[in-house]
């Protein structure tokens, strides 16, 4: 049997936050706001997990009112999404996910992201397609005030 997700998350760009995308830190004047680290690569992937097994969403598993999961490392959440999906007899078959920001260029950073996510899954690093895009300077990605990501995922159960 195969089960298909989809996810999208947002985050507000702000001064004096770490910019972290894909698991990866990425040298910028900006950063992320969010409860924790604010990956939205990472989140939009967990959420098409989450999906993809009928297990709603990252949100209801990590709230944002927990302590515990206040500035946590999302490939923490990663990887426990991951054992979350698999103890119901889940595994990744492929990601394909959109990171949507003006700036910083991500296209550098995605061979890094992959085999980082890689690592924290447990995949080849080819099971995961990751694409870059601008919005053209519109919208709030346009006047970089945030950034976007979208991702679907598929996944397999004997």
């Known amino acids: 049997m195969i089960r298909v997700g989809m996810g999208y998350d947002v985050h507000q760009l702000v001064v004096g936050r770490a910019l972290w995308i894909g698991g990866i830190r990425i040298e910028h004047e900006l950063g992320l706001l969010g409860h924790s680290d604010a990956d939205v690569l990472i989140h ?6 989450l999906g993809a097994a009928n297990m709603r969403d990252i949100g209801f598993h ?3 009112t927990s302590a515990e999961t206040e500035n946590m490392d ?14 119901k007899g889940y595994r990744l078959g492929n990601i394909d996910a959109t990171i949507c920001a003006e700036r ?6 995605i061979p890094q992201m992959q085999q980082c996510m890689a690592n924290v899954i447990g995949t080849d690093p080819d099971n995961i397609s990751i694409k870059a895009t601008t919005t053209e300077k519109l919208g709030f990605t346009g006047r970089q005030e945030g950034i976007s990501a979208y991702a679907v995922v598929l996944l397999e159960k004997d």
């Open 44 to 49: 939009a992937i967990c959420d098409a997990i």
């Open 74 to 87: 999302s490939k923490i959440i990663l990887r426990k999404t991951m054992e979350l999906v698999a103890a």
């Open 62 to 64: 990590f709230p944002d």
């Open 104 to 109: 910083p260029k991500m296209n550098p950073h």
